[in-house]
């Protein structure tokens, strides 16, 4: 049999005719897988651009987010520009956010500063009931978004931390109830009330099944309460909160300040008001001095003299009535439209409070539709636990 190998003839057997013809077979689908590699490499590089840009918008909205919370939170001293009464600028401000939020992501998607103004101006001006009180109240500010020149691309992730362990010896009586179930609440609770990406870091002491979304860290060496100033290791923009602590209401103006702020802020002491405590700490990146510098002891007492040395804002004066106390001030006066996290300190944890409207409804991990409702308007009433035993 002949076969052609270049020009040249030759005769061959069948089998070795068969081998070059089996030859001819791999060399054509080796060209093929050539090709479809080819095609796979230019499909990928189409892929990873894509994924590109859509990673560039979702920081770009993010940070957008981010952005508008801080421009709300920057916002302390409008009541004195604007001319209006407390309670008109608290009505007021209850839409700012939404409109930061707006200006914000309208900017990300490339739309002209003008558009944005006469768009968005118009609905500030009605919000303060005129030209002069908005232009008082957020007038340089809102030029001041407008004239932003993006030079950049940022990402704006916050990281919520607790800590869980089994009880101990050195646990007190009343914080021995603390099991996953409570993580999960919290968990659930920040993720209703933050738009910004969010990182939720539990501290523990030993393997522990948690949902999706929940991350876990070792406790370094024995359990205890001086183990609560662990979480600033992470060096991250943080809120840190203990288990006891229901969240009420938007966060995100909270987290911006951890994203953007200078230095540590904890509440005032409910309890001892010439000092602070550590029921709620906002943590701004490059908070790992805080377990640098900790020699053991007790956590609020470092977080105090932190406080002493001019290096921890307060929260109450910065987020009035926002991050509050159950026993200092939410169990007589209920909540308020400005709350935003409860914090439970000693005696009287949520378990313990089943009757209490708002409790039943914001600590739940549960899906909205399955959770325990309550009347809303009776959930902010004021006393609206009172009459109720032990509570």
């Not at 992470?234 to 006891?244: K, N, S, T």
């Not at 969240?247 to 300040?257: F, Q, S, T």
């Not at 951890?258 to 700490?281: E, M, S, T, Y």
Request: glycine residues 8%.
């Amino acid at each position: 049999m002949a076969e052609q190998v270049g020009g040249i003839f030759f005769d061959v057997d069948l089998d070795t005719s068969k081998l070059i013809a089996s030859q001819r077979n791999v060399d054509a689908a080796t060209k093929k897988v050539d090709a479809t590699l080819t095609s796979v490499s230019k499909a990928t590089k189409t892929l990873t651009a894509a994924t590109e840009l859509q990673n560039k918008v979702s920081r770009e909205m993010a940070k957008a987010q981010t952005d508008a919370a801080i421009a709300t939170a920057k916002f302390g001293d409008a009541t004195n520009k604007a001319g209006l009464s407390t309670k008109q600028m608290a009505f007021a401000t209850r839409g700012l956010p939404a409109q930061f939020t707006d200006i914000f992501t309208q900017l990300a998607a490339g739309q002209s500063p003008m558009q944005i103004f006469i768009q968005q101006g118009g609905q500030i001006k009605d919000i303060f009931g005129g030209v002069g009180p908005a232009l008082r109240a957020v007038g340089g500010y809102l030029i001041g978004l407008l004239a932003l020149r993006r030079t950049g691309i940022y990402f704006a992730m916050i990281t919520v931390a607790t800590l869980l362990w089994d009880a101990n010896p050195q646990s007190y009586s009343f914080s021995r109830c603390y099991t996953e179930e409570w993580v999960e609440k919290l968990h659930a609770g920040f993720r209703r009330n933050l738009t910004v990406p969010m990182r939720f870091v539990c501290f523990t002491d030993r393997p522990r099944q948690f949902s999706a979304g929940i991350d876990t860290q070792w406790i370094e060496g024995e359990p205890s309460y001086a183990r609560c100033i662990e979480p600033y290791k992470l060096d991250e923009p943080m809120i840190v909160v203990g288990l006891d602590t229901i969240v009420v209401g938007n966060c995100d103006h909270l987290a911006a300040y951890a994203i953007g702020g200078k230095k540590l802020a904890a509440p005032r002491d409910p309890v001892f008001p010439d000092k602070v405590c550590n029921g709620v700490v906002l943590a701004p990146q490059g908070c790992a001095e805080v377990w640098r510098s900790f020699k053991g002891g007790n956590d609020m007492e470092h977080i105090r003299e932190m406080w002493k040395r001019g290096d921890v804002a307060v929260i109450d004066d910065i987020f009035p009535g926002q991050v509050v106390s159950y026993k200092g001030k939410v169990r007589a006066d209920g909540l308020t439209d400005d709350t935003r996290i409860v914090y439970f300190h000693g005696e009287r944890k949520p378990h313990e409070l089943p009757h209490v409207g708002w409790i039943s409804r914001h600590w739940d991990y549960r899906a909205e539709d399955v959770r325990r409702v309550r009347d809303l308007d009776a959930e902010k009433s004021f006393a609206v636990h009172t009459g109720f035993p032990g509570a």
